[in-house]
Each structure stands twice: as C-alpha cells, then as structure tokens.
C-alpha cells in the first residue's frame, strides 16, 4: 500500500478514487470545505484521521477506519459503502450509516440521528450509540454488548438478533420482523407493536403498555416491571418471571406468571382465545 500521512484535506473530492492506501494521521478540514474528500475509494485504510467535511466516505469499497473522529460537521459519513471495518472511532455527525452493505463496528462512540437507515449485515459489538431513529427499514443485524440511548429505534428491521445489551428507547422494534433479544435490558414505552417473529430471551422489560398487536410473539424468562395494558391483541407465548402490571385484550396463546394486577377486558375487537395461568393458582 502506498502511504498518505501528516496532511491536511479540504478541496471537493480530494483524494476521490484512492486505491490501495494507507490514510494515516490526515485532517479533512479547511476553509474550502469540499465534499466527498475519499468518494470513490477502494482497498483503503484510514487510520488516526479526523473528518470536518461532508459526506467524507461514499461508495467505499473495501476499507477500514480506525481510531479516528468524524465530528458533528461530517454530515451523512459512510453512505452506499460495502465491506467496512470501523474501530476504535468517535462518530457524531447526522445520518452516519446509509444504504451500506457488510460493515463491522468494534468498539465505537456514535451520537447520530437517523443511524444505521436500509443497511445490509451490520454487526456491532462493545459499543455506545445514541440515535433517534436508528436502523430503520435495515436488515440482517447483528450487536452484542451495545449500550443504546434513543426514541424510535429498530422500526421495520428485518432478521436482528441483540445479546446483553441495554435499550433505553421507546417504540422500539414497531413493525419489525425475525427479531430476537438475550439477556438484554429494554426500557421504554410501547415496545414492538405490530411486530412479527419477536423472541425475547432473559430480557427485563420496563414501561408502558408493551406488546400490543404482535404476532408469534415469545418471551421465554423474562422480567417485565411497570408494564400495565400488555400484550393487547398480540398472539404471545410468554414465560414471566414475576409480576405484570395489567394485562389487556390478548388474542391467543399463553401468558404464564407468578401474579397479575388486573386482567382487563373491556371495549374489545375479537374474542379473547389466551391462556392466562398464574403459577400456583388457577387458570383465567
């Protein structure tokens, strides 16, 4: 690989096309303030570098991006790139990850709205992420170890499993298919409604009126604190360690915990079929 190292960056397209290079220690900065400094790139390593410029790194192919910072003025960063290896980096500029395919992030700071949008095999590990709206319509989703603050997150992603992490968000997983959660905590209100295909495993689950209008849904040892008006509508097999608030209007299978505030039904659609067993008592 050729070497580019020590330089400061700012003209439009600055270093478009750059093929089989190492990237090290560089500035994309400057009063030119040019877009798209390494569009185009292939086979590149960006190493130790901080971005300034919009969008720095469009139709990548083939690259990684390591110990470095793209700041809130790197509007839109990685967008329709494949193949992308992100570590060790700080990430704080708006709609971060667009349309891209195959892209590992290890151990990565990212404070950006709307992350992640129609993405292709992420997988995320060790990281921290704060996003209103992150991966929508995206899937193929891996992330193990996330700490993730936010409002709107995962709505319509398709195929996403999420192992020991904390989501601290609200309408989480709405509309979202082929989802599984492990040992995982979920804090926020409405949680997955209109979902299809959500597991949760081991998770504690913390809010209002979650679980409303899913279908196969399961939830296999799971805690669920402060959660009245669950599973309205929803087709649920649910194993609950605990106590549930409320239950309201479930359509079909089985809810089983150790005690219920209230069952609720009233002013429903359809008949409810489910199962409701409170362990060591009698069948509802």
């Known amino acids: 690989m050729q070497l580019i190292e020590n330089q400061t960056f700012d003209n439009e397209r600055a270093l478009y096309h750059l093929q089989d290079t190492l990237v090290k220690g560089c500035t994309f900065a400057g009063p030119a303030d040019g877009e798209s400094v390494l569009k185009e790139c292939r086979d590149i390593a960006i190493d130790h570098c901080s971005f300034s410029l919009r969008y720095p790194i469009w139709h990548a192919r083939n690259y990684t991006l390591?110990?470095?910072?793209?700041?809130?003025?790197?509007?839109?960063?990685?967008w329709y790139s494949d193949n992308g290896v992100i570590?060790?980096?700080?990430?704080?500029?708006?709609?971060?990850?667009?349309?891209?395919?195959?892209?590992?992030?290890?151990?990565?700071?990212?404070?950006?709205?709307?992350?992640?949008?129609?993405?292709?095999?992420?997988?995320?590990?060790?990281?921290?992420?704060?996003?209103?709206?992150?991966?929508?319509?995206?899937?193929d989703i891996e992330i193990e170890h996330l700490d993730f603050k936010g409002k709107y997150s995962?709505?319509?992603?398709?195929?996403?499993?999420?192992?020991d992490s904390v989501l601290d968000t609200k309408d989480a997983f709405w509309h979202a298919r082929n989802v599984t959660v492990m040992d995982s905590v979920i804090r926020g209100e409405y949680l997955a409604w209109f979902s299809e295909g959500l597991t949760?495993?081991?998770?504690?689950?913390?809010?209002?009126?979650?679980?409303?209008?899913?279908?196969?849904?399961?939830?296999?040892?799971?805690?669920?604190?402060?959660?009245?008006?669950?599973?309205?509508?929803?087709?649920?097999e649910a194993e609950i360690?605990?106590?549930i608030d409320s239950v309201k209007n479930p359509?079909?299978?089985?809810?089983t915990?150790?005690?219920?505030?209230?069952?609720?039904?009233?002013?429903?659609?359809?008949?409810?079929?489910a199962e409701i067993i409170i362990r060591n008592n009698n069948s509802a």
């Not at 390591?66 to 990685?78: G, H, I, M, V």
């Not at 992640?116 to 921290?128: A, E, L, N, P, Q």
């Not at 995962?154 to 192992?163: A, E, P, T, W």
């Open 66 to 78: 390591t110990d470095s910072k793209l700041d809130e003025l790197t509007r839109a960063s990685l």
């Open 87 to 139: 570590e060790h980096t700080v990430i704080t500029g708006v709609k971060a990850l667009r349309e891209c395919n195959n892209t590992v992030i290890r151990e990565c700071t990212i404070d950006s709205p709307e992350f992640g949008w129609k993405t292709r095999r992420t997988r995320i590990s060790d990281s921290s992420i704060v996003s209103e709206y992150i991966f929508l319509d995206a899937e």
């Open 154 to 163: 995962f709505q319509y992603v398709r195929n996403l499993v999420i192992k």
């Open 200 to 236: 949760l495993i081991r998770c504690k689950i913390i809010g209002t009126q979650p679980l409303c209008y899913c279908r196969s849904l399961k939830l296999i040892d799971c805690e669920m604190i402060d959660c009245d008006l669950s599973f309205e509508y929803s087709e649920a």
């Open 241 to 243: 360690i605990g106590h």
């Open 251 to 255: 359509a079909s299978g089985r809810i």
């Open 257 to 273: 915990a150790d005690s219920i505030g209230e069952l609720i039904y009233e002013d429903s659609i359809l008949e409810s079929k």
